[in-house]
């Protein structure tokens, strides 16, 4: 990928893995408000004949879909940088895989979120 033999190769794929990450969890919270704004207009509404889910909580089911893929695709984007580095660019003893195992805990925390409010109602 790079001849740089530098360090600040690895490091700006780690700072793009984490942006990222803040991509996803903020898709992943707005997805979460447009869900529960459907569940407020419920109340609001107070229908006892209305029941099942309205259009805003497959729209925010979309969101928080859409983050996770988005993270899990950015986790496979950086262990393919990861392969074409060299030793040389990546610090000695530095931790590699911290930065995926966030990801991954957000997108197992993504999905149980995901079984959560399917199972609610």
């Known amino acids: 990928m790079s001849d740089l ?8 794929a780690e700072r793009t893995l984490m942006a ?4 996803g969890l ?5 997805g979460f408000v447009l869900e529960r704004f459907g569940l407020f207009l419920h109340l609001l509404r107070q229908d006892p004949g209305h029941s ?3 259009l805003s909580f ?3 089911i ?3 879909v859409l983050a996770l893929t988005a993270i899990g695709f950015s986790i496979v984007q950086f262990r393919r940088v990861l392969a074409t580095l ?3 660019e990546i610090p000695a003893r530095y931790c590699t895989w911290s930065g995926i195992a966030m990801n ?4 197992v925390l993504g999905i149980a979120m995901l079984v959560y409010l399917f199972s609610e109602l």
């Open 5 to 12: 033999n530098d360090p600040r190769v690895f490091f700006a």
């Open 52 to 54: 099942g889910r309205d």
């Open 86 to 88: 060299k030793p040389i």
């Open 58 to 60: 497959w729209i925010g």
């Open 104 to 107: 991954l805990t957000v997108v």
């Open 20 to 23: 990222w990450n803040r991509t």
């Open 62 to 64: 979309a969101f928080i």
């Open 26 to 30: 903020t898709l992943m919270a707005f």
